[in-house]
């Protein structure tokens, strides 16, 4: 006799208010009661069992008549779809986009031609080098792609947060991104440039240098997404109703302001939470603190074009803000987290050569092969031509087209006709009026593999970044230099990029070396165009130049001990909030600690679980008893000595004194450690944590 349910007679078949019952053979089962929705195959067939295989007997071998049990292990045997070549790892939002004034001026684009309209828009930031699940603090660049739903169709603006690239020419991306990615022999290391393979690619690449400016900078290790700008990176065209042509390249500016983390603190970041940064978007939209950019514009004609000192079809190069000032047309604001990541931010699909009428492309090379590229990896990522069809990659406009079939097609044409010209009278019919219409620049020339001499300087810019950038920053590169080259393994390569450093800026090149142990410095490398010494620096490359003089958006970790004083957190907690800033609490145990009155504090984090390096400045309200237990902990230790070494504001009872002293920490070490006891520095705490970090401590750290 076989006997194939294990289910309880008279217990109704439904998922919800499920309670757990044990079994003949001492395995727990989930019973459904209720009235909720009965579980259903994919074919809508009712779920009897679904924590049982179909056997015969007991103990016997399972049947492939299961077809229940088939289905479900079958579709998830699916459930992956490739992950990105590059910027495989990434986290998006939904919000729209809010245009200014009409640009009508420069472009015909529907976007642009009223103040006040709104178009909804999906955002993706990403890392470029690691893989889906790597973590989110690498040094890396960040991707920054905006897709808007046009009234004229999707206009998908993919860019990054840092405004040049590491090649001039399309055809050279597999080989910077095969040299970047683990080494195919074994397969490491995941979401570092800091290997051999890397660096041997830079340091035979000259026009990549620029670009390593910046990676090597806290650019490259942004504090969140929030807080980091946007780049078109090429020089596109606006086109006018009249057909004439600007070019144009984008900037999104965070209202937040800049911000970065240490790369000391990034390492940690990653240990303690791998997804800083989505945690980061995440918690920021669903509390309501809608993240925002400005979208500003360098607009500019041929004779710019002509007249500037740098070829603007160069991806390697910029326009110094200074030279030509971004003039805002709009802001960006998102404002509501995908509802399943799957379907929004892994299948989102971005493609530069989505532009509505009215934008268009420049020569750039880099630019021109990216269009191909963009089209080309969606269908081996989402499977198949209609992957329009998905929701999200849907335009939110009209559509009406004669493209039908193929695999998973949602939308199929009715009727009888499906081509045009047809004499039916019947389909949609282009429109030279408006539609897009590519602008009539004039070429001519021979066919050639050439690189044009415009593009030559590899120097310049490079070095122009490098004296833009404050003392603190300029060493975070050379630090970050170091650390890259140390993990070199072939000493040829670091000489070789020690070589270029001498063409961008002796000093730098010197410290590097030193701090290698390179006994000996070598040749400057050859220039295929002399670097110039005589470009103004621009402060809006730097940082900390541009920081946000507000401590909004940010966080505070408050350690709190049994017997803290629960007035003075009070306090405490209502002047960062009325800051915009949010607090959390840290206690030696997550259920938290009873305070001096008596009264029960909770808390967010053990220490453990919230080191300092998750934090923007922290507060340790203790009382001495408290202080004296956590100076035998290392982890209530590393929270102080990290904070202090990071730079952060530290606020402070006298009742924690023995921990940092303990941590290594004088009281009085600088401005940047408040005392909390006169409730009046509660002020002056938050207005410190305005600067974010005291720079000037870094100098007597060795991070
Ligand atoms: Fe990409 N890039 N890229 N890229 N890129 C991709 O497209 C490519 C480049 C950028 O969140 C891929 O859908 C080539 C520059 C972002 O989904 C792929 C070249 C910039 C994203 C591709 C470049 C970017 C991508 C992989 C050299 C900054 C993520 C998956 C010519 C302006 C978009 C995909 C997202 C993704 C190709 C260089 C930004 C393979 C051939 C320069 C933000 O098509």
């Known amino acids: 006799m076989v006997k194939i349910s294990s289910r309880s007679p008279g217990k109704p078949a439904t998922i919800h208010d499920q309670k757990l019952e044990r079994g003949k053979g001492g395995e727990l ?35 492939i008549e299961d077809f229940h049990f088939r289905e479900k292990i079958f579709h998830f045997d699916h459930e992956r779809i490739p992950e990105r070549v590059v910027h495989a790892r990434g986290y ?16 015909r684009a529907d976007i642009f031609q009223r103040a006040g309209e709104k178009t909804p828009a999906f955002v993706r930031f ?29 206009w998908d603006i993919v860019g990054n947060n840092i405004p ?51 990676i090597m900078s806290d650019r490259a290790i942004p504090r969140s997404f929030r807080f980091m700008e946007g780049f078109g990176v090429h020089t596109f065209r606006f086109v006018n109703a009249k057909d004439e042509s600007t070019f144009v390249k984008f900037h999104w500016k965070p209202k937040l302001g800049l911000q970065s983390v240490v790369w000391n603190e990034a390492v940690k970041i990653n240990g303690a939470d791998p997804d800083f940064h989505r945690r980061d978007l995440w918690n920021a939209v669903q509390s309501g603190n809608f993240p925002e950019w ?36 709009g802001r960006l604001v998102l404002d509501r987290m995908p509802e399943n990541f799957f379907a929004e931010t892994e299948q989102v699909a971005f493609m530069t050569q989505n532009v509505p009428p009215g934008v268009d492309f420049s020569n750039d090379p880099l630019l021109q092969g990216r269009n191909f590229s963009y089209l080309d990896t969606q269908l081996k990522r989402l499977g198949g031509p209609n992957f329009t069809h998905i929701p ?41 009026q408006r539609g897009f219409r590519t602008f009539a620049d004039a070429e001519e020339g021979q066919k050639v593999r050439l690189r044009a001499e415009s593009f030559a300087d590899h120097y310049s810019q490079a070095r122009q970044f490098f004296n833009s950038q404050t003392p603190p920053e300029q ?69 900390i130049e541009n920081g946000p003089n507000s401590f909004a ?47 029960w504090i909770g808390a967010k984090h053990m220490i453990d679980g919230g080191p300092s390096v998750l934090f923007d400045a922290v507060a340790l309200i203790l009382s001495e008893a408290g202080a004296e237990r956590l100076t035998g902990e290392a982890a209530a230790r590393d929270f102080v000595a990290d904070a202090f070494a990071h730079c952060k504001f530290i606020a402070f009872t006298s009742g924690a004194v023995p921990l940092l002293q303990k941590a290594g920490v004088d009281p009085e070490a600088d401005e940047g450690l408040i005392g909390l006891d006169d409730p009046k520095a509660i002020i002056s705490f938050v207005e410190s944590c305005r600067k974010l970090r005291l720079w000037s401590r870094e100098m007597a750290v060795k991070l």
């Open 29 to 63: 089962h989930q019973f459904a009661e209720g009235d909720g929705p009965v579980l259903t195959t994919a074919q809508g067939g009712l779920v009897s069992d679904d924590h049982n295989t179909l056997k015969i007997g007991e103990r016997g071998p399972t049947l």
């Open 92 to 107: 998006g939002a939904h919000g729209y986009f809010e245009t200014y004034e009409s640009l009508a001026k420069y472009t």
């Open 126 to 154: 990403s890392t470029v080098a690691g893989s889906k699940g790597s973590f989110d603090l690498a040094r890396d660049v960040r991707g920054f792609a905006v897709k808007l739903y046009t009234k004229e169709g999707n």
């Open 164 to 214: 040049v690239f590491f090649i001039q020419d399309a055809i050279r991306f597999p080989d910077i991104i095969h040299a970047v990615k683990p080494e195919p022999d074994r397969a490491f290391p995941q979401a570092q440039s800091a290997h051999d393979n890397f660096w041997d690619f830079i340091s035979l690449t000259p026009e990549s240098m620029h670009m390593v400016m910046w």
């Open 294 to 329: 400005e979208l500003r514009v360098q607009l500019f004609d041929q004779t710019f074009a002509d007249n500037f000192e740098f070829d603007v079809l160069d991806a390697t190069k910029i326009i110094p803000e200074e030279v030509l000032e971004p003039i805002p047309v």
């Open 392 to 432: 999200i990659n849907a335009p939110k406009c009209p559509l009406h087209h004669f493209q039908q079939d193929g695999h998973m097609a949602m939308r199929n044409p009715v009727g009888r006709v499906n081509y045009q010209p047809n004499s039916f009278g019947e389909g949609p019919r282009e429109s030279p």
């Open 475 to 543: 060493r975070h590169i050379a630090m970050a230099l170091t650390f890259e080259l140390s993990k070199v393994e072939t000493p040829v390569i670091r000489e070789r990029m020690v070589a270029h450093l001498l063409n961008i800026d002796e000093g730098l090149a010197d410290t590097v070396a030193d701090e290698l142990g390179m006994k000996q410095l070598p040749k400057p490398a050859d220039a295929a165009a002399a670097p110039r010494d005589d470009l103004d620096p621009s402060p809006a490359l730097s940082i």
């Open 553 to 599: 958006g940010r966080k505070v970790g408050v350690l709190v001990s049994q017997g803290a004083d629960a007035v003075i957190l009070k306090k405490l907690q209502s002047a960062i909030e009325k800051e915009g800033a949010a607090v959390e609490v840290i206690a030696p145990k997550v259920g938290g600690v009873e305070a001096a009155d008596g009264s």
